[in-house]
């Protein structure tokens, strides 16, 4: 890297971290403007390039205005912007989508493009009603919401002990949420960022390019193929299809791809010759292992019975395919990412049994892996619960047995479990409260709790599956919108960092 360009790293890393944000959102809106305009919507190519342009100068003015002052280095600051990024950012991207969907009302496309960027993908318009620019547009602002995931768990929530990181962390919490050391923070902030950006960029780009290729090679249409493929390792779950990904070849390219949802460790510690030995290791991989194949063995044995009492067992053509199905759909909502697939239904349509949706609840509650795009309650704190409970029946046989798994296995079990519980009882309370706020808003029990557990977990794709009859999120009033939208904001930060800009101890900090 030259000197010049390192220069402009470090202006760029100077500005505030929302300022950077719009400058991204106004560059990123050049690629839909040239999709449309190759595919002669003109109108749409100049909402898109318009309001680039228009934002790329005034987040230009923004920035010269930052110039002279210091941005704050405290773990205050750096909540709050996260913050404000969530709140404010969707308001900038929603300025094309306006221009580009015809009869639309703002605040449609601001919980439209919010949805995107906290990769909940709840689909507000009709596939057919957007044209393909839009729909890559959609894909896109996904895909750096995911990316921005990755960067802010590590640069950002992996200091403060915070998403999913103080199960495991060495501090010793005793019921109170750590505080950064002096030492830990005394790192320049700007340099962190700029360190976690270099080093994830190139894997996630990287594996984001290789299924595109891998996509396209199995039929799909190139447009298509990068909007599933930024769809996929963001866990958005966005599609510009109504039904379906294209077949069993690309739902399994997906389905390799969603590996990366489930633990950190599969992006951040290397190619090596120990890395099927670290995987195989991996608390949360074994987790998410042993709930798949235990899931998927049940749900298709229930089928299986369904269909020994209509006499379908002949048939192993559609056997498999139901198999498949389930197997697919079980891993696509345990990441979060919400990809139903196209053999879904024909399990229903080989036993004459609907497919329950309420194991896909529990599914996204488990959630994905920590510092992944996933959301949920993370597999990490499922663990800790999991283990201490393990151990307290085990001590109910023998009192005075002395338990191993050394250092790390202890503090999970202990520490680890209390905040664990600890976020879990948040949890539940924030879902608590949004379900009484959507019923005050006009929705039934079962929405509410759907269309609450969708935005909690970022997974809006819940509620075409998940209830008796699905849920069109168009139609629902304003304030249930602004209920929404809250709860994906507060679920992709989670509720541990609401509490933390919360709590005055962490602000004199």
């Given at each position: 890297?030259?000197?010049?360009?390192?220069?402009?790293?470090?202006?760029?890393?100077?500005?505030?971290?929302?300022?950077?944000?719009?400058?991204?959102?106004?560059?990123?809106?050049?690629?839909?403007?040239?999709?449309?305009?190759?595919?002669?919507?003109?109108?749409?190519?100049?909402?898109f390039f318009y309001t680039s342009l228009l934002v790329l100068v005034v987040a230009g003015l923004a920035a010269i205005a930052a110039q002279g002052t210091r941005p704050a280095r405290t773990a205050a600051a750096q909540l709050i912007g996260l913050f404000a990024a969530y709140l404010l950012l969707p308001a900038v991207l929603a300025l094309p989508v306006v221009e580009a969907v015809?009869?639309?009302?703002?605040?449609?496309?601001?919980?439209?493009?919010?949805?995107?960027?906290?990769?909940?993908?709840?689909?507000?318009?009709?596939?057919?009603?957007?044209?393909?620019?839009?729909?890559?547009?959609?894909?896109?602002?996904?895909?750096?919401?995911?990316?921005?995931i990755w960067v802010t768990a590590m640069a950002v929530l992996a200091p403060l002990n915070l998403g999913g990181y103080e199960v495991s962390s060495e501090a010793r919490l005793h019921g109170e949420i750590m505080l950064p050391s002096g030492e830990t923070w005394a790192t320049d902030q700007r340099q962190r960022l700029a360190r976690t950006i270099s080093r994830l960029a190139p894997i996630y780009i990287g594996l984001t390019m290789v299924l595109w290729v891998l996509l396209v090679m199995s039929g799909q249409g190139p447009l298509i193929s990068a909007i599933h493929?930024?769809?996929?390792?963001?866990?958005?779950?966005?599609?510009?299809?109504?039904?379906?990904?294209?077949?069993?070849?690309?739902?399994?390219l997906i389905a390799l791809f969603l590996f990366f949802a489930l633990s950190r460790r599969t992006f951040t510690s290397g190619v090596g010759h120990e890395f099927l030995t670290r995987?195989?290791?991996?608390?949360?991989?074994?987790?998410?292992?042993?709930?798949?194949?235990?899931?998927?063995?049940?749900?298709?044995?229930?089928?299986?019975?369904?269909?020994?009492?209509?006499?379908?067992?002949?048939?192993?053509?559609?056997?498999?395919?139901?198999?498949?199905?389930?197997?697919?759909?079980?891993?696509?909502?345990?990441?979060?990412?919400?990809?139903?697939?196209?053999?879904w239904e024909a399990a229903r349509a080989w036993s004459g049994l609907p497919t329950p949706g309420m194991p896909l609840i529990g599914l996204c509650l488990m959630g994905g892996g920590v510092a992944t795009t996933a959301g949920g309650i993370k597999l990490m704190r499922v663990y800790a619960?999991?283990?201490?409970?393990?151990?307290?029946?085990?001590?109910?046989?023998?009192?005075?047995?002395?338990?191993?798994?050394?250092?790390?296995?202890?503090?999970?079990?202990?520490?680890?479990?209390?905040?664990?519980?600890?976020?879990?009882?948040?949890?539940?309370i924030a879902l608590a409260v949004m379900m009484a706020l959507l019923a005050l808003a006009g929705l039934d029990f079962e929405a509410s709790m759907v269309l609450a557990i969708s935005a909690l977990t970022t997974t809006g794709q819940l509620a075409d599956v998940a209830a008796e009859v699905p849920i069109d999120y168009a139609i629902m009033s304003d304030p249930a919108k602004v209920i929404l939208a809250a709860g994906m904001i507060i679920g992709r930060l989670e509720t541990l960092v609401v509490i933390a800009l919360l709590n005055p101890a962490f602000w004199r900090g």
């Amino acid at each position: 890297m030259t000197a010049r360009a390192r220069s402009r790293g470090r202006v760029a890393l100077r500005l505030p971290l929302l300022v950077m944000l719009v400058c991204i959102a106004a560059v990123a809106m050049m690629v839909p403007a040239a999709v449309a305009s190759l595919g002669d919507y003109d109108r749409e190519a100049r909402a898109f390039f318009y309001t680039s342009l228009l934002v790329l100068v005034v987040a230009g003015l923004a920035a010269i205005a930052a110039q002279g002052t210091r941005p704050a280095r405290t773990a205050a600051a750096q909540l709050i912007g996260l913050f404000a990024a969530y709140l404010l950012l969707p308001a900038v991207l929603a300025l094309p989508v306006v221009e580009a969907v015809r009869d639309t009302r703002f605040l449609n496309a601001y919980f439209d493009m919010l949805s995107c960027l906290t990769t909940t993908g709840a689909e507000i318009y009709e596939v057919d009603r957007l044209i393909p620019a839009v729909h890559l547009w959609r894909g896109l602002v996904g895909w750096l919401g995911g990316f921005m995931i990755w960067v802010t768990a590590m640069a950002v929530l992996a200091p403060l002990n915070l998403g999913g990181y103080e199960v495991s962390s060495e501090a010793r919490l005793h019921g109170e949420i750590m505080l950064p050391s002096g030492e830990t923070w005394a790192t320049d902030q700007r340099q962190r960022l700029a360190r976690t950006i270099s080093r994830l960029a190139p894997i996630y780009i990287g594996l984001t390019m290789v299924l595109w290729v891998l996509l396209v090679m199995s039929g799909q249409g190139p447009l298509i193929s990068a909007i599933h493929a930024m769809s996929t390792l963001s866990t958005s779950g966005i599609s510009p299809l109504q039904d379906g990904h294209g077949g069993v070849l690309p739902e399994a390219l997906i389905a390799l791809f969603l590996f990366f949802a489930l633990s950190r460790r599969t992006f951040t510690s290397g190619v090596g010759h120990e890395f099927l030995t670290r995987i195989q290791r991996d608390r949360e991989v074994r987790l998410a292992a042993f709930a798949i194949v235990v899931l998927t063995a049940l749900m298709f044995l229930r089928h299986w019975v369904g269909a020994l009492e209509i006499d379908e067992l002949g048939n192993p053509v559609a056997a498999l395919s139901a198999l498949w199905g389930t197997f697919f759909t079980v891993l696509s909502f345990l990441t979060t990412t919400g990809f139903v697939s196209e053999h879904w239904e024909a399990a229903r349509a080989w036993s004459g049994l609907p497919t329950p949706g309420m194991p896909l609840i529990g599914l996204c509650l488990m959630g994905g892996g920590v510092a992944t795009t996933a959301g949920g309650i993370k597999l990490m704190r499922v663990y800790a619960l999991y283990k201490h409970g393990a151990r307290e029946i085990g001590k109910l046989v023998h009192p005075n047995s002395v338990a191993s798994a050394g250092r790390l296995g202890r503090r999970i079990r202990r520490e680890g479990a209390y905040i664990a519980w600890i976020f879990f009882m948040l949890f539940t309370i924030a879902l608590a409260v949004m379900m009484a706020l959507l019923a005050l808003a006009g929705l039934d029990f079962e929405a509410s709790m759907v269309l609450a557990i969708s935005a909690l977990t970022t997974t809006g794709q819940l509620a075409d599956v998940a209830a008796e009859v699905p849920i069109d999120y168009a139609i629902m009033s304003d304030p249930a919108k602004v209920i929404l939208a809250a709860g994906m904001i507060i679920g992709r930060l989670e509720t541990l960092v609401v509490i933390a800009l919360l709590n005055p101890a962490f602000w004199r900090g």
